[in-house]
């Protein structure tokens, strides 16, 4: 038998018997064309990278449509235009090429049209990803040729990531030298960059090379996982961030942060860039931290223009009494020179500075306008430190619908210096305080409105101690404000010494040494010690505040003060007439008290004051001792007549209502003998007679307002 490869070539040949015994007639003669095995075999090609020479082991006359031709690439091609000639019949072109689509070892095949030759792909080429394909990040940077991917897809950190070709990219590179980008249209993730989400593995590069490619304008996914960061992310802003993280997307600070925060943003020029972040958790309470430096912090941003971030909690340990005995997790957000920020529906526990810290501009020196006009709504703040502090020129902040519970502080306006104040023109309503130990601390704010909050049981340890000389609302040096139809009240504890508003001073804050110009009105304290307290040491602490239609509830037993105003300059209590405006409930010792000094035009305009206490007093040498407005007197012993000339134990603006016990005895009330002073003596023979005194403070007597039933 003739063996194929050892023929001559020739125009013809007859093989007749020469192939499977045939003969006579059904003896043939084929061309060499029509007899070849469709596929050429070729060896190592020849020539250079991008124009190649193939000697086949059978050799052909011409080139013929759909001829093949099976070769090794000895190099990979470096340009798109590769030419092939096939046993020197002449150079023909490859059409539909791309640079490095031809790899080095790996086995072609290329096809005749009749015109020019097209690729196809034998071992070693991964023909499954000639259009689009699904494999590890390993496996899709092993790859040596990549040209005709369209769409490049594979699992990383269990999640699927899909990639576009870009010169630029730094996502992922194959290695045929292709950068690849995350497609466009979707959001890009972490794991486009490699990050794994295990709790173990350090995600830190991946998430750093992923917050600055979503700069670009790409939204950001984060999805489900433990993101473990264990180096500071620090980055200058050059465009806007925005995240969305699935509920339970944990980012991690691991304790080789040391005393720095996870995420820090540091913008050159305010009113550039936005921030927003929307769900997971962030968890700083390995992330230790040094007081009075921006470090143990979750997220702290400076200069940012707009900061949105909403449904995202923040974890540091149980308590902040454990995270400060762990010297862990200061804050969860701190926003320095920000403006626009809005934190909503987001949980703080633990932290052992503040939830969130809002500051101006550092250098406290300045004048610029600095940070503010944030909103907080309807955030928790579970047993930090500080709920949440506004410092430095932080002002024109909305505090709204959020709850306070066991935070040592709950809202602060904190001045920074002797001048700088915080909290101007912020607005606290709404808002729920359970078992902190001060609710609301203003220290140096103007134009504050706090109102409609519900504070409960204040004065509170984690630990289950009471103070009782803390402060449900505390007023220092604050001047402008109102607090209006907040409910303080005592529910699992009976205080002490606690005081439910305080007006305060301090010689610290110069720019103002007292509390003045406040409206104070339509709140009701019930059962603290005192209602409302002006306290100071032989300082001026209030001045021109108003005082109305409050409502101090005593719990009765003990020495409780409704007002107490220390060393007050202008001060107005007052009532509309025939509308009571300040009302002493029962159970207080003291309805008001005045003590430090001599009051400078001190001004008590009341029409009607209300003590309703339906009391029967005894008269005993002549003297009562006042227990209420409205009090009915009987005789010594019974007698059919006694007079009555003092009622002891009054206090300023007092009035009472005088009336007999009985109609079968006469109490006579007499003018000039102790403490009271009428034009005569006024006899009450029947139960529905009366005259109401009133108590002034200068004359130290009782004075007669009116008369009635005679």
């Known amino acids: 038998m003739t063996v194929l490869s050892a023929l001559t070539p020739a125009a013809s040949v007859s093989l007749a018997d020469q192939f499977y015994g045939l003969s006579g007639a059904n003896s043939r003669v084929f061309t060499l064309d029509q007899i070849r095995a469709d596929v050429f075999w070729c060896g190592t090609a020849g020539g250079t990278a991008n124009a190649l020479t193939l000697t086949p082991t059978i050799t052909i006359a011409a080139y013929a449509a759909g001829q093949v031709f099976s070769f090794i690439a000895a190099s990979a091609n470096t340009s798109a235009t590769v030419t092939v000639n096939v046993g020197g019949l002449g150079v023909k072109s490859i059409t539909g090429l791309a640079i490095g689509q031809i790899q080095a070892g790996a086995s072609y095949q290329v096809t005749y049209n009749g015109t020019a030759f097209s690729l196809l792909a034998l071992a070693g080429q991964n023909t499954a990803l000639q259009s689009l394909g699904f494999l590890t990040r390993a496996e899709a940077e092993a790859l040596n040729n990549t040209a005709s991917i369209t769409v490049l897809g594979c699992y990383q950190g269990g999640v699927l990531c899909l990639y576009e070709k870009d010169a630029s990219g730094t996502s992922l590179t194959a290695a045929d030298g292709q950068n690849w980008s995350p497609a466009s249209g979707m959001p890009s993730m972490p794991q486009h960059w490699g990050a794994v989400g295990d709790g173990v593995t350090d995600d830190t590069a991946a998430i750093t090379a992923w917050l600055v490619y979503m700069q670009t304008g790409s939204a950001g996914y984060l999805p489900s996982g433990t993101y473990s960061i264990t180096s500071t992310i620090d980055l200058t802003p050059t465009g806007n961030i925005h995240v969305h993280a699935a509920d339970n997307a944990i980012i991690k600070g691991a304790a080789s942060i040391g005393a720095n925060v996870i995420l820090k943003l540091n913008a050159v020029t305010r009113e550039q860039y936005e921030f927003r972040w929307k769900g997971g958790v962030w968890d700083n309470s390995l992330v230790t931290f040094t007081l009075a430096a921006q470090s143990g912090t979750c997220i702290a941003l400076k200069k940012l223009y707009r900061v949105f971030i909403e449904n995202v909690s923040f974890l540091a340990l149980a308590d902040y009494e454990a995270s400060q005995a762990a010297a862990v997790s200061d804050a969860g957000i701190t926003a320095v020179d920000c403006r626009f920020m809005t934190v909503s529906n987001c949980y703080f526990r633990g932290q052992s500075d503040a939830g969130v810290y809002t500051s101006g501009d550092v250098a406290i020196a300045d004048t610029t306008d600095d940070g503010g006009l944030h909103s907080f709504v309807g955030n928790h703040f579970d047993r930090c430190s500080v709920g949440l502090t506004l410092k430095r020129e932080s002002r024109n902040t909305t505090i709204t619908g959020n709850t306070f519970e066991r935070c040592y502080l709950g809202v602060t306006f904190f001045y920074a210096g002797a001048s700088i104040p915080a909290g101007d023109a912020t607005t606290v309503t709404a808002n729920a305080f359970y078992k902190c130990e001060t609710p609301i601390d203003s220290r140096g704010a103007v134009g ?158 009341v029409k009607q004051v209300v003590y309703p206490t339906n009391s029967i007093a005894t008269i005993a040498s002549g003297s009562i001792a006042f227990d209420g407005y409205d009090m009915r007197v009987d005789t010594q012993a019974s007698a059919a007549t006694d007079d009555l000339d003092t009622i002891s134990g009054p206090v300023i603006g007092a009035q009472v209502r005088i009336r007999p016990n009985s109609d079968t005895r006469t109490i006579v009330v007499k003018n000039g003998t102790g403490n009271i002073t009428l034009a005569a003596d006024v006899t009450l023979d029947e139960r529905w007679k009366s005259i109401v005194l009133q108590y002034d403070g200068v004359t130290s007597q009782w004075t007669e307002v009116s008369r009635g039933g005679f």
């Open 448 to 605: 504050l409105v706090i109102s409609s909050n519900t504070i409960e049981d204040w004065g509170f340890e984690l630990d289950g101690v009471t103070e009782g000389n803390k402060f449900a609302i505390r007023l220092l040096n604050t001047r402008e404000s109102v607090v209006i139809g907040n409910q303080l009240h005592f529910v699992d504890w009976a205080p002490s010494a606690a005081e439910g508003i305080r007006l305060d001073y301090s010689n610290t804050i110069t720019r103002d040494q007292t509390s003045r110009d406040n409206q104070i009105t339509g709140n009701i304290i019930n059962g603290s010690f005192y209602g409302i307290r002006e306290f100071s040491d032989a300082v001026l602490a209030g001045e021109c505040n108003h005082i109305w239609n409050n409502y101090c509830i005593g719990q009765g037993g003990g020495r409780q003060v409704a007002i107490e105003l220390a060393t007050s300059k202008t001060n107005v209590l007052y009532a509309e007439p025939d509308v009571p405006r300040l009302r002493m409930f029962q159970g207080q010792d003291e309805i008001l008290r005045i003590q430090d000094g001599v009051l400078d035009a001190f001004k008590i305009d």
